[in-house]
């Protein structure tokens, strides 16, 4: 693969990632607020850049190499999902929903969605970017939690592309 490939196709990833990194924030936000999936975010794209933050975590900076097409979709059908997504992961859980941490769940419910609404994706980059997630946002070792119930639901949801993987 020539190096211009390369770049286009990490640029392209970082673009996803940032997405991803934007819709875990804003369905934090929606948990922890109440407000609706709209007002937070009209509130993300709003954002005036803050000089005092590095920019992983200035929205603004993270907004401008973002896939925002990408993140309006995750951010939304996540959240209108919600319901469907809790009964899907909910049976995998070492304990109540209620009682995951909420950078946790806004992680496991993104790679819900993922997994079961988003076929175009690799079950490996659905887990990877939930883990890389949970190392940003999350508890010490909350990765390794997130990695247990993703991997768990993909076999659940896409068995024949684990298996096939596999052989």
Not at 4 to 16: D, F, G, L, T, V
Not at 93 to 103: G, K, S
Not at 119 to 135: C, D, S, T
């Amino acid at each position: 693969m020539s190096e211009r490939r390369e770049r286009k196709a990490s640029a392209a990833q970082q673009s996803r990632h940032a997405a991803r990194e934007l819709a875990v924030q804003g369905l934090y936000q929606w948990q922890m607020t109440g407000k609706s999936i709209t007002a937070v975010e009209a509130e993300f794209r709003s954002q005036l850049a803050d000089d005092d933050l590095e920019d992983h975590e200035n929205w603004v900076k993270v907004m401008e190499i973002a896939d925002k097409a990408l993140f309006h979709e995750l951010l939304h059908n996540t959240a209108r999902y919600k319901t469907e997504l809790d009964r899907e992961i909910s049976p995998l859980l070492d304990r109540r929903l209620e009682d995951l941490d909420a950078v946790e769940l806004a992680i496991l419910r993104l790679g819900a969605y993922e997994l079961s609404r988003r076929m175009e994706v690799p079950y490996r980059v659905v887990i990877n970017e939930g883990v890389e997630l949970a190392k940003s946002f999350g508890a010490t070792d909350g990765h390794k939690y997130v990695n247990g119930i993703l991997d768990k639901l993909a076999n659940r949801l896409r068995s024949a592309e684990v298996s096939a993987r596999r052989l």
